[in-house]
């Protein structure tokens, strides 16, 4: 009886996955023979001298990511990372000298309508069904509804139509404006060696025990919300929608904010990762506006500390990976292969070893071992070390992840980070308190 060769059951699966890339004839064509990468010759006569340019922020733009994707699919992926003020001006200003963008919720929101971006069929999207229903649902895996404050991913996700141009603020629909990729619940990092106590609230960042001990982070539209959680917390301010204030209730936060920084509650405003290590690995402060991975950067020094659950919930956020209006044809259909690389498991789990979760996290499980899936994920104690994706320190054996699992943390967001109707009022106000 004639058996199939392993090699012939490879190439039938990729010439189903691009028949209708390739077309019937192209097909026809790819059958006599298939290249070294694995992808069907004309496939990759036709892609070698495609290049998909990236742009993103350094946090996910990240060169070992694009090698791997230009290794995997035969064209070139190039990853230009820009720090945030300077990417989102590229987003607008520049968009032909990019195809594709990582792009936060907050910016999506700036660039819905500005004619940059291009609508994405969700027949494209091999993994749609994988992503997390927080983004295509705005729920929880238990199917927890979240709070409606700030810019959720459902207020920008669906798409009215092709051209991209309006999203339906919740409405599914056969379009998206991006695919989601890349989430996390943010906190306050604390210090709980010198804290002298527990710390279980956003109120404690204001508390006068750790005066000259607290810092924020310099940033307009994330300083002011962790603040709010604060004000909120402690029955100062009360507010209709944290993410989205009215003047008056920016007003009404700045002042408080300003009153507080007078007593000498803030030992330092902080825009960068390295900043807000080294300020809590000195112990000049005790707790701070912090991400995750600056936490664990911390903790690799052998300093304690934690990323501490707060009763009043996460601030979340998000990234989606949008393509832009002017790609077209073969540069298109390799967008929406690179898009399934993407999706597919090898980035997720690069960024979830740094801290953060794929918006797709049972694909990224696949290129995690057991004992990393069981840290990152489930909320487990580490069975080893837990190593970056770099091969530095994360973890040491027997940590916990703060905040438990990830239906814990992302079950658990009390406001996203947003772009407010008043966002320059806002602004001005910030730089008010800043310099005050």
């Keep these: 009886m004639k058996t199939t060769k392993p090699s012939d059951k490879k190439r039938a699966r990729l010439l189903n996955r691009r028949s209708m890339i390739l077309g019937s004839a192209a097909v026809a064509g790819a059958t006599a023979e298939t290249a070294i990468t694995g992808f069907p010759t004309i496939w990759a006569q036709n892609i070698k001298d495609v290049v998909i340019r990236h742009s993103g922020p350094p946090v996910t733009a990240i060169q070992q990511i694009a090698e791997q994707a230009s290794k995997d699919l035969g064209f070139t992926v190039q990853m230009q990372a820009s720090e945030n003020a300077d990417l989102l001006n590229r987003f607008l200003s520049q968009s032909n000298t990019m195809d594709c963008a990582d792009i936060s919720l907050v910016y999506m929101r700036y660039l819905i309508g500005r004619n940059v971006l291009q609508a994405i069929p969700v027949s494209k999207i091999k993994h749609w069904d994988k992503t997390l229903p927080l983004f295509t649902r705005g729920e929880s895996a238990t199917g927890k509804k979240l709070p409606q404050q700030g810019i959720t991913p459902l207020m920008i996700l669906y798409a009215t139509g092709p051209d991209g141009q309006k999203a339906t603020d919740g409405i599914p629909t056969d379009w998206v404006t991006g695919v989601p990729t890349v989430t996390n619940a943010d906190t306050l990092g604390i210090r709980p060696d010198l804290a002298g106590r527990p710390v279980n609230s956003w109120a404690d960042l204001l508390s006068p025990e750790f005066k000259g001990k607290a810092a924020l982070q310099d940033n307009p539209t994330i300083g002011i919300i962790d603040v709010a959680m604060a004000l909120e917390a402690r029955g ?172 814990e943390r992302l079950g658990n967001i009390a406001v996203w980070n947003s772009v407010m109707d008043e966002d320059r009022y806002l602004t001005r106000r910030w730089n008010e308190f800043i310099t005050s």
């Excluded at 920084?261 to 030992?267: I, L, N, V």
């Excluded at 934690?306 to 967008?335: A, I, S």
């Design 236 to 407: 100062d301010v009360s507010y209709v929608n944290k993410g989205n204030m009215t003047k008056a209730e920016i007003d009404a936060t700045v002042s408080k904010m300003i009153e507080i920084k007078k007593t000498g509650q803030f030992r330092s405003f902080w825009s960068t990762f390295d900043q807000s290590v080294n300020l809590m690995a000195s112990g000049e402060v005790v707790v701070q506006s912090m991400w995750s991975p600056a936490v664990a950067a911390v903790r690799s020094r052998g300093i304690p500390c934690t990323y501490q659950p707060l009763k009043e919930g996460f601030r979340g956020w998000g990234y989606t990976l949008g393509v832009m209006k002017h790609v077209t044809g073969l540069k298109l259909d390799c967008f929406n292969e690179y898009l399934t690389w993407y999706t597919g498991g090898y980035q997720g789990a690069f960024i979830a070893k740094q801290g953060y979760y794929a918006a797709q996290p049972e694909n990224a499980k696949k290129y995690l071992t057991e004992d990393e899936w069981g840290y990152w994920f489930d909320g487990k104690p580490a069975a080893g070390d837990i190593m970056s994706p770099f091969g530095k320190l994360m973890e040491k054996a027997g940590n916990v992840r703060d905040g438990g699992s990830i239906n």
